[in-house]
């Protein structure tokens, strides 16, 4: 009897240490998990936008030069200038204020103005959020956008710094966010570089929200060394992640800056005469 017992012992301490060892593993494995979700949770850079008047100097840098054939890249129609009647803060947001207006600046009038903003703070991967509300009017075309500190562009702030070395689309473009006055609530993300840019943009995702240019929305970005989500008040819309990451495919593996932006496109309603966004925070984690 004894021997009977021992012998049906031995396998019920096995089944026992497998189990044991299973759901230790799930634990483990549910710990994984949790980090995962986790992950990106240390507040690294952030603007509140709580000063009054002009931006933060130490943390921005307003782009105005223009490209050699007098207007901006997608044939825009406006300058973008350094003044605060197109960027400033107030009761704690960022108002970036579209204007029509007769503005004449490097020998070139033009019958619009915008801000181009440029961070002065770049990073490799983290998780971004930005609540913002959007302009409106057909024509206008704001973006929250980043580049590589890489760019050669003339005028671009890390340009300035020395950092250009390469040309875009190869230095790559992460678009956070996009919307187009023709198209009301939609809102868009995209990647661009070696692979994927001007009429060949095959990375690219969005999706319809409410009343974009009427409450404010948080537009988000995950990006990490195997992907770069986006999403909209934590609804997901593109997930970026090639199976190939060469140079024409994955330049995300360095730093990147931080640009937002109204651009004025020609077929601007010819009512049009002032919208802005308007951005609450912008938040880096990582």
């Given at each position: 009897?004894?021997?009977?017992?021992?012998?049906?012992?031995?396998?019920?301490?096995?089944?026992?240490?497998?189990?044991?060892?299973?759901?230790?593993?799930?634990?483990?494995?549910?710990?994984?998990?949790?980090?995962?979700s986790q992950k990106f949770d240390n507040l690294v850079w952030a603007d509140e936008f709580n000063g009054s008047g002009a931006l933060d100097e130490?943390?921005?840098?307003?782009?105005?030069?223009?490209?050699?054939?007098?207007?901006?890249?997608?044939g825009l129609v406006n300058h973008y200038t350094n003044r605060v009647e197109n960027t400033f803060q107030k009761d704690g947001f960022l108002h970036l204020v579209a204007k029509k207006e007769t503005f004449t600046d490097q020998g070139?009038?033009?019958?619009?103005?915008?801000?181009?903003?440029?961070?002065?703070?770049?990073?490799?991967?983290?998780?971004?959020e930005v609540r913002a509300k959007l302009p409106s009017g057909v024509g206008t075309w704001p973006a929250i956008w980043m580049l590589n500190t890489n760019i050669d562009e003339d005028g671009a702030f890390w340009d300035n710094q020395g950092y250009d070395t390469t040309k875009w689309p190869y230095c790559g473009e992460i678009d956070i966010m996009e919307h187009w006055g023709d198209d009301q609530?939609?809102?868009?993300?995209?990647?661009?570089?070696?692979?994927?840019?001007?009429?060949g943009v095959v990375n690219v995702g969005g999706q319809k929200i409410k009343n974009a240019s009427d409450d404010f929305h948080i537009y988000s970005m995950v990006w990490d060394k195997d992907k770069i989500v986006f999403s909209v008040d934590?609804?997901?819309?593109?997930?970026?992640?090639?199976?190939?990451?060469?140079?024409?495919?994955w330049p995300y593996d360095s730093d990147y800056y931080f640009l937002m932006n109204i651009a004025?496109?020609?077929?601007?309603?010819?009512?049009?005469?002032?919208?802005?966004?308007?951005?609450?925070?912008?938040?880096?984690y990582q």
């Open positions: 009897m004894k021997k009977i017992l021992s012998t049906l012992a031995f396998p019920l301490v096995l089944i026992l240490f497998s189990c044991f060892i299973f759901l230790n593993k799930g634990a483990s494995d549910s710990s994984s998990d949790r980090d995962d130490e943390k921005w840098f307003h782009q105005t030069q223009l490209p050699p054939w007098g207007s901006w890249f997608g070139e009038t033009k019958e619009y103005t915008a801000a181009r903003l440029n961070s002065k703070f770049s990073f490799t991967y983290g998780r971004v609530d939609y809102v868009s993300s995209a990647l661009h570089n070696g692979s994927s840019y001007g009429d934590g609804v997901e819309h593109l997930t970026y992640a090639p199976e190939v990451k060469d140079e024409n495919t004025i496109l020609p077929e601007i309603d010819p009512d049009f005469t002032e919208s802005a966004m308007v951005v609450d925070y912008i938040r880096v």
